[in-house]
């Protein structure tokens, strides 16, 4: 919760616990349209918890964090925001996926970690921009292609800055994505990063 104030006292926008679900109601589909939106509103500087972060052991709903879904979240959390973390989750000892779990999950952790820090110092810059100008880190297409009816509606896409476009791959099992691609329309591409 905030006000017209919160970014002057609040300088790191946390986009909250989202539940470790593929959904759009609170899991990994939440978090780009509460970015995109904070940045609208003054939250320039903002990130989430890599893989979410609320699990649910109940005897009428279980809610354990898939391998596919802290991969996929990795790669966005490299790109998404300016602070790259990730979460044990609400509480330990569950079936939950982690990067530690495995050699492999501790190299793709370690590549996007990689790419986080790769693109320091343009993040630096873009910052730096946010402090100066109010220009979010993290951007809705339409900021940069205002005169695009159909850049409007994406919100699972978003700039890093104006220079870089990023469609990360937000459904499980996914071989090909559909991007909008501003002024061109939209295209399918391989999602690539993740295999399983």
Same mark, same amino acid.
């Given at each position: 919760?905030?006000?017209?104030?919160?970014?002057?006292?609040?300088?790191?926008?946390?986009?909250?616990?989202?539940?470790?679900?593929?959904?759009?109601?609170?899991?990994?589909?939440?978090? /780009?349209?509460?970015?995109?939106?904070?940045?609208?509103?003054g939250? !320039?500087? =903002?990130?989430?918890?890599?893989?979410g972060?609320?699990? *649910?052991?109940?005897?009428?709903?279980?809610?354990?964090r898939?391998?596919?879904?802290?991969?996929?979240?990795?790669?966005m959390?490299?790109?998404?925001?300016?602070?790259?973390?990730?979460? /044990?989750?609400?509480?330990?000892?569950?079936? =939950?996926?982690?990067?530690?779990?495995?050699?492999?999950?501790?190299?793709?952790?370690?590549?996007?970690?990689?790419?986080?820090?790769?693109?320091?110092?343009?993040?630096?810059?873009?910052?730096?921009?946010?402090?100066?100008?109010?220009?979010?880190?993290?951007?809705?297409?339409?900021?940069?292609?205002?005169?695009?009816?159909d850049?409007?509606?994406?919100?699972?896409?978003?700039?890093?800055? !104006?220079?870089?476009?990023?469609?990360?791959? /937000?459904?499980?099992?996914?071989? *090909?994505?559909?991007?909008?691609?501003?002024?061109?329309?939209?295209?399918?591409?391989?999602?690539?990063?993740?295999?399983?």
């Open positions: 919760s905030g006000h017209l104030k919160t970014p002057h006292v609040a300088q790191l926008y946390w986009v909250g616990d989202q539940l470790v679900t593929w959904d759009a109601h609170d899991g990994i589909k939440t978090v /780009l349209p509460a970015m995109l939106s904070g940045g609208l509103v939250n !320039s500087l =903002s990130h989430s918890d890599v893989g972060y609320t699990m *649910i052991d109940h005897v009428l709903f279980k809610f354990f898939p391998r596919e879904l802290l991969f996929r979240w990795v790669e959390g490299a790109f998404a925001g300016v602070m790259y973390r990730t979460h /044990l989750g609400s509480f330990m000892h569950t079936p =939950s996926a982690q990067v530690w779990d495995d050699e492999e999950s501790v190299r793709f952790f370690g590549r996007f970690g990689r790419i986080f820090a790769h693109l320091a110092p343009y993040r630096k810059v873009l910052m730096e921009e946010a402090a100066r100008e109010g220009w979010p880190v993290v951007r809705p297409l339409f900021c940069h292609f205002p005169g695009e009816k850049a409007w509606g994406v919100e699972q896409q978003f700039f890093v800055g !104006s220079d870089l476009l990023v469609a990360p791959v /937000l459904d499980p099992g996914r071989k *090909i994505w559909r991007v909008y691609l501003p002024g061109g329309g939209r295209d399918s591409v391989p999602a690539v990063a993740w295999r399983h």
